[in-house]
C-alpha cells in the first residue's frame, strides 16, 4: 500500500470516528464507561468530533502535497500520541476494553501517520 493509500485510509477512518463522535456522542464516548453518558460528557465528545473531523478533512486535502502532507502526519501522529497519553494516564478510572481499544486504535494511527510521513518526505 502506498503512504498516500495509507493516509487517506487513517484519514478516512479519522472522518467517520468525528462524524459519530459529533452525531451520536453518548454513544460513542461509550469507551470512557458510564460518564460517556452524561450531558457534560457529550459537550467533550462532540467538540472532539469536530477536531476529528476537520484533522481527517486536512490529512485527506494536503494527501498529496509533498510540502505539507509530511508536516500534517507529524502533528497527527503527535495528536494522536497525547490521546494515547491521556488514555494511559487515567486508564486505572477507564472500562479495560475503552483503554485497549484506543491504545490499539492510537497506536496504529501513530505508526501508520508516522511511516507515512517519511515515505511522503522521500
Known sequence: MSAVNVVRALAVGRVAIGAALVVAPRLAAGWVGPDGERDSAAVLARALGVRDLA????ALHTATHPQVGPRWQRTLAGCDAVDLAATLLARRSLPAQGVAGVAAIAG????????????LDA
Not at 55 to 58: P, T, W
Not at 108 to 119: C, H, M, N, Q, R
Request: charged letters at 10%; hydrophobic letters at 60%; glycine letters at 12%.
Open 108 to 119: 496504529t494511527a501513530i505508526a501508520g501517520e508516522l511511516w507515512a510521513a517519511s515515505k
Open 55 to 58: 484533522m481527517g478533512l486536512i
